[in-house]
């Protein structure tokens, strides 16, 4: 039975072959563990195999796992859909928030963080693939979503985080990935970062220039939504 660190090993191998036949540094690329779902155990068992970046969905599971592991200096990411509600605690208590989409919550969580902390680093998600169940800024609102977000207080705008249509098709993964690569370069700012590629389509968001990767099941193995 394999564990989380010889995950961790398999996939940080992937990262590397992946960027080696893109031409990258794989340095360049981090390894964001997706741990919705997980224990908190299972992240204390990440960290010590050498993973700092640990990505949330749901804020009052993540909270839970935040208060058991406060020994730990670990950089904590919130990925999941955000309501008015939740700002204040995700401003709170989060490092990185990848999935902003409106004005809205961007302002909320300007506002809310606590001035003791340095910015709130911000992707804005863009809905790249036009799915209606999706979260994400549609690709036309995005110029003045991300300009407005640029200037805000207390927040740092880094990059796009997409999650694009699911398929096994690489030349159809190519496409979603280059689009947000495109995307990003259009907007005339001064970002650094892309969140996208999972499990399945790592190799492909690494060729088109992502510099997070969020991957779980390859790390953690299938989620177990009865616990979420």
């Known amino acids: 039975m394999t564990t989380i660190a010889d995950n961790i090993t398999a996939v ?22 997706v741990s919705k779902t997980k224990p908190a155990a299972a992240v204390r068992e990440a960290h010590a195999a050498g993973l700092r970046d640990f990505g949330e969905n749901y804020l009052q599971e993540a909270l839970g796992k935040q208060a058991e592991l406060t020994d730990l200096p670990l950089c904590w990411h919130f990925i999941g ?23 809205k919550i961007a302002q909320r969580l300007s506002e809310q963080r606590p001035a003791n902390l340095p910015p709130l680093n911000i992707c804005i998600q863009v809905n790249v693939s036009g799915e209606a169940s999706k979260s994400g800024c549609a690709p036309a609102d995005l ?83 009865g616990q979420a």
């Open 143 to 225: 110029p003045a979503l991300a300009t407005a977000i640029a200037g805000l207080p207390n927040l740092k705008l880094r990059g796009l985080m997409a999650i694009p249509e699911p398929t096994e098709d690489r030349a159809a993964q190519d496409a979603a990935f280059a689009a947000v690569r495109t995307l990003q370069d259009s907007l005339n700012l001064p970002l650094d970062t892309l969140s996208m590629g999972m499990s399945h389509d790592l190799e492909s968001a690494i060729a088109q220039g992502a510099t997070w990767v969020r991957i779980g099941t390859a790390l953690f193995g299938a989620r177990d939504y």
């Open 81 to 103: 859909p955000i309501q008015s509600n939740k700002t204040r605690a995700i401003a709170e208590h989060f490092d990185w928030v990848h999935s902003v989409d409106r004005l």
């Open 12 to 33: 940080a191998a992937r990262i590397a072959s992946a960027a080696q036949a893109a031409g990258r540094d794989s340095a360049d690329i981090g390894l964001l563990a």
